[in-house]
């Protein structure tokens, strides 16, 4: 391979057809999200007012007194059967288990699971349930951008781009967010920064964005007072503090939902049955703080306009809580919302002790960053409290905040929210990416030199007396010119001389190589052995196919060694005096 012909990035036409489905697939995905977000509207009318009306309502005006807390009972109870003889994916919050799709079913959906998870979180949602809509919009959209993916001729990494096309794009209309929406595909779900999947994904969630204003409406979703452009020393140090919190309010929500999730593990009941034990702390929880019932839009917006000071303790106190245990049972439904609550309600109580900075100020910096910290998603967090708001001037207090709670839950937690149910199912999954060694190495900074070679002239029996480098397999046949004619093994030098074939040259039974050129990248190398099933291979000059060296797989080992030492080895390269 010629360098002039490496580029920086591996895109290839196919990406326009990519392009072409996805945008369609975010024309779904907005229709996907308005017929969810009126389901629970549906379900919540009927569950709590005995009325057949779509438009969204609070269940926290409900007149029912007391009976109201079996309503959450009633809908784990259908939840469990649906899970039990429908499919068991569709408990949970929806992003573990799309990311689970992706790295272990080939990003295969079943068709189904577009039908029952929408259907279950709606009941779910609809009967009191503390969640947020995103987590099965975020699955459904992506089901259905795999099932359009599997009607086509795709290939699995193609059909993860759809999938997570169809994601990004359900919670673009969800929340007007198609910014966030994009960067939350590349920080927790594509596991790549490549054209080949950004710009489809990009182009779904931008398509579901402008679908949006015409049938869900225009952002900001949480519109807020407008805040300082300049914060100062001690508002800056006030978002550290604010960081801090939020991180250690991470920790103890991601906590809490796995120490409910192992609680209910203990129960001797099936797990068909946990989602209406669960409900049942939820009905509680709603007769004690009704605002803690449902997907609590309302509360979000009231905390972020600095009112709502009697808010605060029920959010941190009693929403919480449910949605640790209601989460922990198994139930289905999303948890960016409840996450946005409990946020804003921790800024709510930021705001008596941190520099006054205006009206909501503290509950909106407390928001995104402790979507940061428990999603382990820090330039999500960000973006997606700006477009939330539109609130510009808030991104350096943001950025400042956000790092600090990531940073803090990544010191404290092996394994975020996300990511422990998935290893929990006995999958490890590394959330760190960077330049692989072989992207930057040559195949001639890490080849062997001291190589014996065979002339094409020679025959098995003097090559075998002559030949002094012990451990070499493979050998290098080349002519006057030192050019490369073929490749021949100890195994089958041997072999001749055993049956008596001593005077052929070795240039007649030298098999055609698979060799690497000398400007090749490892990586390349690498996939060459591992489509051939070669693992030693010649090295030539470009050009003129002159005989270079040999690279192995313990060749190229080196540099991961290099790597390694470049990350561990501490020097000081300046002296101090």
Same mark, same amino acid.
């Given at each position: 391979? #010629?360098?002039?012909?490496?580029?920086?990035?591996?895109?290839?036409?196919?990406?326009?057809?990519?392009?072409?489905?996805?945008?369609?697939?975010?024309?779904?995905?907005?229709?996907?999200?308005?017929?969810?977000?009126?389901?629970?509207?549906?379900?919540? #009318?009927?569950?709590?007012?005995?009325?057949?009306?779509?438009?969204?309502?609070?269940?926290?005006?409900?007149?029912?007194?007391?009976?109201?807390?079996?309503?959450?009972?009633?809908?784990?109870?259908?939840?469990?059967?649906?899970?039990?003889?429908?499919?068991?994916?569709?408990?949970?919050?929806?992003?573990?288990?799309?990311?689970?799709?992706?790295?272990?079913?080939?990003?295969?959906?079943? =068709?189904?699971?577009?039908?029952?998870?929408?259907?279950?979180?709606?009941?779910?949602?609809?009967?009191?349930?503390?969640?947020?809509?995103?987590? =099965?919009?975020?699955?459904?959209?992506?089901?259905?951008?795999?099932?359009?993916?599997?009607?086509?001729?795709?290939?699995?990494?193609?059909?993860?781009?759809?999938?997570?096309?169809?994601?990004?794009?359900?919670?673009?209309?969800?929340?007007?967010? =198609?910014?966030?929406?994009?960067?939350?595909?590349?920080?927790?779900?594509?596991?790549?920064?490549?054209?080949?999947?950004?710009?489809?994904?990009?182009?779904?969630?931008?398509?579901?964005?402008?679908?949006?204003?015409?049938?869900?409406?225009?952002?900001?979703?949480?519109?807020?007072?407008?805040?300082?452009?300049?914060?100062?020393?001690?508002?800056?140090?006030?978002?550290?503090?604010?960081?801090?919190?939020?991180?250690? @309010?991470?920790?103890?929500?991601?906590?809490?939902?796995?120490? +409910?999730?192992?609680?209910?593990?203990? !129960?001797?009941?099936?797990?068909?049955?946990?989602?209406?034990?669960?409900?049942?702390?939820?009905? !509680?929880?709603?007769?004690?703080?009704? =605002?803690?019932?449902?997907?609590?839009?309302?509360?979000?917006?009231?905390?972020?306009?600095?009112?709502?000071?009697?808010?605060?303790?029920?959010?941190?106190?009693?929403? $919480?809580?449910?949605?640790?245990?209601?989460?922990?049972?198994?139930?289905?439904?999303?948890?960016?919302?409840?996450?946005?609550?409990?946020?804003?309600?921790?800024?709510?109580?930021?705001?008596?002790?941190?520099?006054?900075?205006?009206?909501?100020?503290?509950?909106?910096?407390?928001?995104?960053?402790?979507?940061?910290?428990?999603?382990?998603?820090?330039?999500?967090?960000?973006?997606?409290?700006?477009? @939330?708001?539109?609130?510009?001037?808030?991104?350096?207090?943001?950025?400042?905040?956000?790092?600090?709670?990531?940073?803090?839950?990544?010191?404290?937690?092996?394994?975020?929210?996300?990511?422990?149910?998935?290893?929990?199912?006995?999958?490890?999954? $590394?959330?760190?990416?960077?330049?692989?060694?072989?992207? !930057?190495?040559?195949?001639?900074?890490?080849?062997?030199?001291?190589?014996?070679?065979?002339?094409?002239?020679?025959?098995?029996?003097?090559?075998?007396?002559?030949?002094? !480098?012990?451990?070499? &397999?493979? &050998?290098?046949?080349?002519?006057?010119?030192?050019?490369?004619?073929?490749?021949?093994?100890?195994?089958?030098? #041997?072999?001749?001389?055993?049956?008596?074939?001593?005077?052929?040259?070795?240039?007649?039974?030298?098999?055609?190589?698979?060799? +690497?050129?000398?400007?090749?990248?490892?990586?390349?190398?690498?996939?060459?052995?591992?489509?051939?099933?070669?693992?030693? @291979?010649?090295?030539?000059?470009?050009?003129?196919?002159?005989?270079?060296?040999?690279?192995?797989?313990?060749?190229?080992?080196?540099?991961?060694?290099?790597?390694?030492?470049?990350?561990? &080895?501490?020097?000081?390269?300046?002296?101090?005096?």
């Amino acid at each position: 391979m #010629n360098k002039q012909e490496l580029g920086d990035f591996t895109a290839t036409p196919r990406l326009l057809i990519l392009a072409a489905l996805a945008v369609g697939i975010g024309g779904i995905a907005t229709c996907v999200a308005w017929a969810l977000l009126r389901l629970i509207g549906l379900f919540t #009318n009927v569950f709590y007012y005995g009325r057949f009306e779509a438009r969204m309502v609070s269940p926290a005006g409900h007149h029912l007194g007391w009976v109201a807390v079996f309503i959450p009972v009633i809908g784990g109870l259908v939840i469990g059967v649906m899970a039990r003889f429908g499919s068991e994916r569709i408990r949970g919050h929806g992003i573990p288990e799309a990311i689970e799709s992706i790295l272990m079913n080939g990003s295969k959906v079943q =068709p189904r699971l577009a039908l029952l998870k929408p259907l279950s979180a709606a009941i779910s949602i609809g009967s009191g349930g503390p969640f947020g809509a995103e987590g =099965p919009i975020i699955m459904t959209g992506g089901a259905c951008g795999s099932i359009i993916a599997q009607f086509f001729n795709l290939s699995s990494t193609e059909r993860k781009t759809l999938l997570v096309a169809g994601a990004a794009a359900g919670m673009s209309a969800t929340f007007a967010a =198609p910014v966030a929406s994009t960067l939350l595909a590349v920080e927790l779900l594509l596991f790549e920064w490549k054209p080949r999947s950004l710009i489809p994904v990009a182009l779904a969630a931008a398509a579901a964005g402008a679908g949006r204003r015409y049938i869900l409406g225009l952002g900001p979703v949480f519109p807020v007072p407008v805040h300082p452009i300049m914060m100062g020393p001690l508002g800056l140090a006030g978002c550290v503090v604010a960081g801090l919190l939020a991180g250690l @309010l991470s920790w103890a929500l991601t906590k809490g939902v796995y120490a +409910a999730e192992d609680l209910f593990q203990k !129960i001797p009941v099936h797990w068909m049955w946990w989602p209406a034990i669960g409900g049942l702390f939820v009905g !509680i929880g709603g007769l004690i703080f009704p =605002p803690a019932l449902g997907v609590g839009y309302e509360t979000i917006e009231t905390l972020l306009q600095g009112t709502g000071g009697g808010l605060i303790a029920g959010v941190l106190l009693v929403k $919480s809580t449910i949605w640790i245990l209601s989460l922990g049972s198994g139930t289905s439904g999303g948890v960016l919302a409840p996450l946005l609550m409990m946020g804003a309600a921790l800024g709510g109580v930021e705001a008596h002790l941190l520099p006054d900075l205006g009206p909501g100020f503290w509950p909106l910096i407390s928001m995104g960053a402790i979507l940061a910290g428990t999603m382990r998603t820090p330039f999500t967090g960000i973006l997606f409290a700006f477009e @939330l708001t539109h609130d510009m001037n808030v991104l350096l207090p943001l950025l400042v905040a956000g790092a600090i709670a990531y940073a803090t839950t990544v010191l404290t937690l092996k394994r975020s929210i996300l990511t422990e149910k998935i290893a929990r199912r006995g999958f490890h999954l $590394s959330r760190e990416y960077s330049i692989d060694p072989l992207e !930057i190495l040559f195949a001639k900074e890490v080849m062997r030199t001291r190589v014996t070679i065979v002339d094409a002239t020679t025959d098995p029996s003097t090559f075998r007396n002559r030949s002094a !480098i012990r451990g070499q &397999y493979l &050998y290098p046949v080349v002519d006057s010119n030192g050019a490369l004619t073929g490749v021949i093994t100890r195994k089958q030098i #041997n072999r001749m001389v055993e049956e008596g074939q001593v005077t052929i040259p070795l240039t007649e039974i030298a098999r055609e190589p698979v060799v +690497a050129w000398d400007n090749e990248p490892l990586r390349v190398v690498v996939m060459r052995m591992a489509q051939t099933g070669f693992t030693r @291979l010649p090295v030539l000059e470009t050009g003129s196919r002159k005989f270079l060296g040999m690279v192995s797989l313990r060749d190229l080992l080196r540099a991961r060694t290099h790597s390694h030492k470049e990350e561990h &080895y501490r020097e000081r390269v300046l002296p101090m005096a």
